[in-house]
């Protein structure tokens, strides 16, 4: 069985080797200006597994948007304690996105509408972080 890292190690390398391309053919529309949507989840119940399994299951369903390219889901890494590491959030969700207006796309989808009426009263706060490539 391959560990789970593995898999978050080669997305991260097929994600430098888009935008290193990209960096390098402008010309490819699909270049334009990646985008990347980053949202933090803090649950309610983080150790119900109840609720754990409905927000897993909202997540798989919110994946189905086609406007988005790839995607990392996960949890905090059991990392050293360091000041500037905040393991505080429950799940991390992250999605890539051609450019801007797949991604302006994606919130007005009704998926993503659903998701968010369906599974709100799951978490407490959530932490938005977009970013495109410079």
Known sequence: MIHKNFYSALLLVLVISLFTSCQNDQTNK????????HVFFWLN?????E???EFEK?????????QIKSYHVGEPAA????DVVDG??????????????SHDIYQEHP???EFIDEYQHL??????????MK
């Open 30 to 37: 699909s270049c334009e200006q990646p985008f990347v949507h």
């Open 45 to 49: 119940n983080p150790e119900d597994p």
């Open 51 to 53: 609720d754990r399994a």
């Open 58 to 66: 909202g997540i798989q369903e919110l994946l189905e948007v086609p």
């Open 79 to 82: 990392t050293a304690h360091r």
């Open 88 to 101: 505080s959030y429950t799940y991390s969700y992250m999605v890539f996105f051609e450019d801007k207006e």
């Open 111 to 113: 998926i993503h509408k």
């Open 123 to 132: 978490w407490k706060k959530v932490q938005v972080y977009d970013a495109v």
